[in-house]
C-alpha cells in the first residue's frame, strides 16, 4: 500500500484556506497513491471553539474530503470538527475512492486542554478494511492509552492523526514506537508543524514504523509530503516469525 503523509502548518480557523492549501499539496502528488493521511482538525487547527468552525457531515470539509478521494482514486483520512445532534466531535473521517465515508469520533478528549468541556467522546473503534489491509484510525490523544488500541481486531496499519505540540516530541516519538512493538503492527503518526493562535509549537515529527519498531520513514520536521509504500508480505512475515500477538491478553473494554 502506498500512503501519503502531508505534514503542514495550518491556517487558524479557516477551512477555506486550509482546504486549497491541502488541494495544492495533493494534486502536487505525481505518483499513483492508496491514501493521503491528513492532521488532526485539519480545517481549523486545534480550537476549543468549535461552535465557530464546525460543519455538518453535509458540510464543505467533507465534500472536498468525498471529491478528493474520488478524483485522485484513492482514500483520504484526517479529523474534522462536527456538529451532530446538537453535540460537537473531533470526527476522524476515512473516505475511501468511491466516496463512501467511515467514521471514528476522537475516544480520548484532552482535558488538559479542556477538549472534553467543548467535545464529546466516542466509543466505538473503527477498523477499515481497504485493499486487503485493517486499518486502525486514532486521533492524537488516543496515542496515550494503549488499551483501546490494542490489536484485537488483527489490524494491519495503525495510524494517528494529530496536533501534537512540540514540547511533548518526546512522548509522541516514543509512544508511537511502542504502539508498534505491542501490536505487531505498522504504525504511522501525521502530526503538523508551525505555530497556533494560542501560541503553542508544533514540530511535526510525522512518521511511519514497521511491526518491530523500526523507522521506515524518520521523524519529519518540515512541511512537506512524504511517500511510503507498505508491504503486507513483509508483515505477514514478520509476524509469522515472531507470533507475539498469539499471547495476547484477553479483555473487554467498558465506558
Same mark, same amino acid.
Given at each position: 500500500m502506498k500512503i501519503s503523509l502531508i505534514q503542514t502548518a495550518l491556517a487558524w480557523e479557516d477551512a477555506a484556506a486550509n482546504r486549497a492549501a491541502f488541494t495544492e499539496k495533493i494534486n502536487a502528488i505525481n505518483e499513483v497513491v492508496d491514501l493521503v493521511v491528513l492532521p488532526e482538525m485539519f480545517a481549523t487547527g486545534f480550537t476549543m471553539n468549535p461552535s465557530a468552525v464546525a460543519e455538518t457531515m453535509d458540510g464543505e &470539509? /467533507? @465534500?472536498?474530503?468525498? @471529491? %478528493?478521494? /474520488? &478524483?485522485?482514486?484513492?482514500? $483520504? %483520512?484526517? &479529523? #474534522? /470538527? $462536527? !456538529?451532530?445532534?446538537?453535540k460537537y466531535y473531533n470526527r476522524l473521517l476515512f473516505v475511501l475512492p468511491d466516496g463512501e465515508i467511515k467514521t471514528y469520533n476522537k475516544r480520548h478528549l484532552f482535558s488538559f486542554a479542556g477538549e472534553d468541556k467543548h467535545y464529546t467522546a466516542g466509543t466505538e473503534k473503527l477498523i477499515v478494511d481497504y485493499k486487503g489491509w485493517k486499518i486502525c484510525p486514532l486521533v492524537c490523544y488516543d496515542l496515550r492509552f494503549p488499551v483501546f488500541a490494542r490489536n %484485537? !481486531?488483527?489490524?494491519? #496499519? #495503525? #495510524?494517528? /492523526?494529530?496536533?501534537?505540540? @512540540?514540547i511533548r516530541t518526546f512522548a509522541w516519538d516514543s509512544l508511537l514506537k511502542a504502539r508498534a512493538i505491542e501490536n505487531l503492527a505498522y504504525t504511522i503518526g501525521v502530526n503538523r508543524v508551525g505555530q497556533d493562535a494560542n501560541g503553542h509549537a508544533y514540530s511535526g515529527h510525522s512518521q511511519v514504523l514497521d511491526a518491530l519498531g523500526a523507522y521506515i520513514v524518520e521523524p519529519q520536521e518540515t512541511d512537506g509530503v512524504f511517500t511510503i509504500e507498505l508491504s503486507k508480505q513483509m508483515l505477514e512475515e514478520t509476524r509469522a516469525k515472531f507470533a507475539f500477538l498469539n499471547d495476547r491478553d484477553s479483555f473487554t473494554l467498558q465506558y
Open positions: &470539509s /467533507v @465534500q472536498w474530503m468525498v @471529491q %478528493t478521494a /474520488v &478524483s485522485k482514486g484513492c482514500a $483520504i %483520512t484526517g &479529523s #474534522l /470538527v $462536527i !456538529e451532530e445532534d446538537d %484485537t !481486531e488483527g489490524y494491519d #496499519l #495503525l #495510524l494517528y /492523526v494529530a496536533n501534537w505540540p @512540540q
